[in-house]
């Protein structure tokens, strides 16, 4: 059985265990025990709420509770931008035109934006290898949009997620080497790692600081535009089935797209509801229709997958499923459909 | 005796012919005997006007042989930009410094500006085998600084000349422009030539703020080949390059918009028509005169009107107040005995 669970104090081993086989592209999950100590740490005080909302990290890691061991981890920021500068490239229009000549060019340009400060995150999304299959990477992934619908009121007004951007067999940004390079003077990885490491004013020193015609990078480099990672895809459609799209913004390094929603539109805020808990053996089991059910406490947020239905507004899960939760019978739960189309 | 001179009507049908040759997208001066005629026309009531400001008049120069065939050509725009905006790249550098990482280094960047609109522009100069020429071609392109020395209300204090870019060859004989390949032609969708035969070399067109880029242009993005041609002029301009940096001019600031040549430019108190020019009395030369060591002038009319230069070989000047002359550069230059003139060394 797998839950989704706010993390904990004593999870740290577990989570560099993870992050040790996350690889480039993923800057907010680098093998760095001081970094991910201090990450954790904020992520407790955040489900504590002992510090202020627009501070707050909510780090979720999933649990193979039988073997007790964590095999997947993920985040919800509830403010980007308001320490460090969030950059983005806002992909923008300008026309070219001349009556005179009969010419009419239609340029596409780089802006580099902080229009997407003060929105919210999601994050570091990583699935151990050996647990993808099934619905799991959903469980995972969507546990974070249950936590939304059920606290909306802590977060900003905008969602949005970074997703890798297209790289090389070998690892390397094409969109990296025809532009940041030439700004930055260093490699992909290091620019990388100072992001990481929250040495962002870099960024504000060196990057171009006027729009670019994307006419002017190689066809390689413009081809990564928007594009995501290979890997990234099944990650992207999902949460674009959840409500997120892509809107023109792309990463400043790799020129991954960033999707964003209003939290409002999500399919987790339109479509989720409150059930009430019955100790019983699932009588509304509909196999290949899988549900996801969230407890309701911010400290000790819990989410599993099940086969239930909830029917006027009551929900019965096996004493197992109930214990998972660190529910009882008669608490309320949160409820959505693990697949949009249900 | 060659002699520069102002341009008369009767010079159309030899400019017409002298044009004829000249490799397109290269030299700047009109092709077609009505645009050769308009600048004759142009030139000679620019000559004529009472001028308080420079504004649209342009002077176009000849250079004539003994035998009086004309052997080249050179003009000098009171301003540039009379006629609408004229547009440049001025070559910016930008600091990329990052305390933090230690980084420092420096990025280029081409603007499209407007500075040059006001300056004089020096254009369409063009000597008949160019590659023959020696010291006629100094003389021709140099003595319209002379004129600007001589009648300086009629120009700015700064002076520019915009020389024609490298280009290479491609299969089909077409002159094919790197540069313009990177930057001109994903905003104007057509060959450069083409662009240039419809705009008539012109850079004052308003087509061109309608569509080359508003935003800086980093030249690192550029590809090897565009960054490359950047500043580089023509083989056919070289010589109009060494004689206006002898004169005083500075590449490196500004290059051209299409082709990515380099654009020399100057405040006149480092052109040495200015700063350099001796204004002394010509004299008759007694025979002998004149022989012997010394140097090469050039010698210019010090009139507002009817200007003339030669070339002189004389005793150095710098010390005298006047300068002989033979009966042949008196009548070559229009003056009599004790008239002033200016005097510049080669």
């Known amino acids: 059985m797998l839950v989704v669970r706010a993390i904990q104090q004593n999870d740290l081993d577990g989570l560099l265990d993870l992050a040790g086989r996350v ?267 899988p549900l996801l059910v969230a407890n309701t406490q911010l400290g000790d947020f819990r989410v599993i997958a099940c086969d239930s239905r909830p029917t006027q507004g009551r929900l019965s899960l096996s004493a197992e499923q109930i214990e998972l939760l660190h529910a009882k019978a008669g608490d309320a739960v949160r409820t959505l459909s693990m697949n949009s189309n249900q | 005796m060659f002699v520069v001179r102002a341009v008369q009507f009767a010079d159309v049908a030899p400019l017409t012919a002298l044009a004829a040759v000249a490799t397109p997208g290269v030299h700047t001066l009109p092709k077609t005997h009505e645009a050769i005629q308009r600048a004759v026309e142009h030139s000679i009531a620019s000559f004529a006007a009472q001028v308080d400001l420079p504004s649209e008049e342009s002077y176009m120069f000849v250079l004539e042989a003994g035998d009086g065939s004309l052997c080249g050509t050179a003009s000098i725009a009171a301003t540039a930009g009379s006629q609408g905006t004229f547009f440049a790249f001025r070559n910016d550098v930008i600091q990329q410094v990052s305390r933090d990482l230690n980084i420092s280094h420096s990025v280029h960047a081409l603007t499209l500006c407007s500075d040059l609109t006001g300056h004089s522009q020096l254009s369409s100069f063009y000597v008949r085998d160019w590659g023959e020429a020696g010291h006629e071609a100094a003389l021709l392109s140099r003595a319209r600084l002379l004129f600007a020395a001589a009648a300086p209300h009629r120009f700015s204090d700064r002076f520019f000349a915009s020389l024609a870019g490298v280009t290479e060859t491609v299969n089909d004989g077409e002159a094919r422009s790197p540069f313009w390949e990177a930057l001109g032609r994903k905003f104007f969708h057509m060959d450069f030539l083409e662009v240039e035969r419809l705009i008539e070399g012109a850079r004052n067109r308003s087509l061109i703020i309608e569509l080359m880029p508003h935003y800086p242009v980093y030249v690192p993005l550029l590809p090897g080949e565009a960054q490359a041609a950047m500043g580089q002029v023509h083989s056919e301009g070289e010589l109009p390059f060494r004689i206006l940096s002898d004169e005083g001019f500075e590449p490196d600031e500004f290059i051209d918009i299409f082709d990515g040549g380099p654009i020399l430019q100057a405040h006149k108190n480092s052109l040495r028509a200015f700063s350099s020019s001796l204004r002394l009395r010509a004299v008759e030369a007694a025979s002998g005169d004149n022989d012997g060591a010394g140097a090469n002038y050039l010698v210019a009319t010090a009139r507002g009107e009817n200007f003339r230069a030669v070339l002189l070989h004389s005793p150095l000047l710098e010390q005298r107040d006047e300068v002989a002359l033979s009966a042949e550069a008196m009548r070559a230059l229009d003056i009599a005995s004790g008239d002033p003139v200016l005097c510049v060394r080669l």
């Open chain 1, 23 to 289: 690889g480039g592209g993923m800057t907010t999950l680098k093998a760095d025990r001081a970094m991910l100590g201090n990450r954790v740490d904020v992520a407790c005080a955040s489900f504590a709420e002992t510090i202020p909302p627009e501070q707050r990290d909510y780090l979720f890691v999933m649990e193979d509770v039988a073997k007790g061991a964590m095999v997947g981890v993920c985040a919800i920021k509830s403010a980007v931008g308001l320490e460090e500068p969030f950059y983005n490239y806002r992909i923008g229009t300008l026309v070219h035109s001349s009556k005179e000549l009969n010419v009419f060019s239609r340029m596409e340009t780089l802006y580099l934006s902080n229009d997407l400060t003060g929105c919210s995150e999601l994050c570091s999304l990583f699935l151990h290898p050996d647990y993808r299959s099934g619905n799991n990477g959903k469980l995972l992934s969507k546990s974070r949009l249950l936590f939304i619908a059920q606290f909306p009121h802590l977060f900003g007004e905008k969602l949005i997620a970074e997703m890798r951007g297209f790289l090389r067999p070998d690892g390397s940004s094409p969109f990296w080497d025809s532009l940041g390079q030439h700004f930055f003077q260093m490699e992909f990885e290091r620019a990388d790692d100072l992001t990481s490491l929250g040495k962002k004013s870099f960024i504000a020193e060196l990057m171009p600081r006027h729009p670019l015609y994307i006419d002017y990078l190689p066809q390689e480099a413009q081809d990564a535009v928007g594009k995501v990672h290979v890997a990234t895809a099944p990650a992207r459609r999902l949460l674009e089935q959840e409500g997120m799209y892509y809107e023109g913004y792309v990463d400043i390094f790799d020129a991954g797209p960033v999707l964003q929603a209003r939290v409002s539109e999500l399919r987790a805020l339109r479509d989720s509801a409150l059930a009430l808990l019955d100790a019983a053996a699932p009588r509304h089991a509909e196999a290949g229709k």
